[in-house]
C-alpha cells in the first residue's frame, strides 16, 4: 500500500523557519517525481513545489520561490521542504503527493497523497 | 483569484446527472491535460480524473472528464448523497512554469 506521511509542521513566529518531512512507502520512490501541495484554513489547493526524481529538476510557485526549497533523499524515502522566512500567509495544512508519471518528473499530476501537516504563522 | 475558474457551488438531487466546469487558457488547459480531485471535510484530496478523462482503479464509472479547448468538465452521473464534496480542477500552466488549481466546487446532493 502506497503511503505518505508528513511530519514537522507546527507554530512559528513570521520570518522563521520550519523543515517538513514526508516518509514514503509502497513504491519505489526514485521512479517518481514528487510534489508539495497547501491549503490555506477554509481556501482551496495551491501547489507549491515539485522535484523530479533524481532532483534534477525542482519547480516552485511565485508565492514560495527564493523562500522555500524542496529536496528528497531517495536512500532513505524521505521527501523535505525548508521552509524560510515565513510569513502569516504561508499558514496552511502541507500535504506530499506522488507523481502520477513514473518516468519520475513532476509534471504528470499528483495522485497519492498523504494527510499533511499543518503550519501556523504568527506572531 | 484561481487561475483556473470554477463556480463556488454545484447541487443536484439523487440520482441526477450534475456538471462541474473548469475554465483556463491557452497556457494551461489548453496546452496540457486535466486532472480532477474529490475532497471531503477533514481529509486529503483524492485523484478522481486523469489526462483529462481517465479514471484511475477504484473510482466509479459514475465520474467522467472532458475537455475542449480551454475549458473542461467533471459530470457525476447518479448522484449519490456519499459524492458532496469539495472538487478541484489543475493542470500544468506553460507561462507559470506551474501546477494550478481551480478555486473548488462545493457539490451539494439535495
Known amino acids: 500500500e502506497v503511503q505518505l506521511v508528513e511530519s514537522g509542521g507546527g507554530s512559528v513566529q513570521p520570518g522563521r523557519s520550519l523543515r517538513l518531512s514526508c516518509a514514503v512507502s509502497?513504491?519505489?520512490?526514485?521512479?517518481?517525481?514528487m510534489h508539495w501541495v497547501r491549503q490555506a484554513p477554509g481556501k482551496g489547493l495551491e501547489w507549491v513545489s515539485g522535484?523530479?526524481?533524481?532532483?534534477?529538476?525542482?519547480g516552485y510557485a511565485d508565492s514560495v520561490k527564493g523562500r522555500f526549497t524542496i529536496s528528497r533523499d531517495n536512500a532513505k524515502n524521505f521527501l523535505y521542504l525548508q521552509m524560510n522566512s515565513l510569513r502569516a500567509e504561508d499558514t496552511a495544512l502541507y500535504y506530499c503527493?506522488?507523481?502520477?508519471?513514473?518516468?519520475?518528473?513532476?509534471?504528470?499530476?499528483?495522485?497519492?497523497w498523504g494527510q499533511g501537516t499543518t503550519v501556523t504563522v504568527s506572531s | 483569484q484561481s487561475v483556473l475558474a470554477q463556480p463556488p457551488s454545484a447541487s443536484g438531487t439523487p440520482g441526477q446527472r450534475v456538471a462541474v466546469s473548469c475554465s483556463g487558457a491557452?497556457?494551461?488547459?489548453?496546452?496540457?491535460?486535466v486532472y480532477w480531485y474529490q475532497q471531503f471535510p477533514g481529509t486529503a484530496p483524492r485523484l478522481l480524473i486523469h489526462?483529462?478523462?481517465q479514471r484511475p482503479s477504484g473510482v466509479p464509472d459514475r465520474f467522467s472528464g472532458s475537455k475542449s479547448g480551454t475549458s473542461a468538465s467533471l459530470a457525476i452521473s447518479g448522484l449519490q448523497s456519499e459524492d458532496e464534496a469539495d472538487y478541484y480542477c489543475?493542470?500544468?500552466?506553460?507561462?507559470?512554469?506551474?501546477?494550478?488549481f481551480g478555486g473548488g466546487t462545493q457539490l451539494t446532493v439535495l
Open positions: 489543475s493542470t500544468w500552466d506553460d507561462s507559470l512554469n506551474a501546477w494550478v
Open positions: 503527493a506522488k507523481d502520477v508519471d513514473d518516468r519520475g518528473s513532476y509534471y504528470g499530476g499528483m495522485d497519492v
Open positions: 522535484i523530479t526524481w533524481n532532483s534534477g529538476s525542482l
Open positions: 489526462s483529462n478523462n
Open positions: 491557452s497556457s494551461n488547459i489548453g496546452s496540457n491535460t
Open positions: 509502497g513504491f519505489t520512490f526514485d521512479d517518481y517525481g
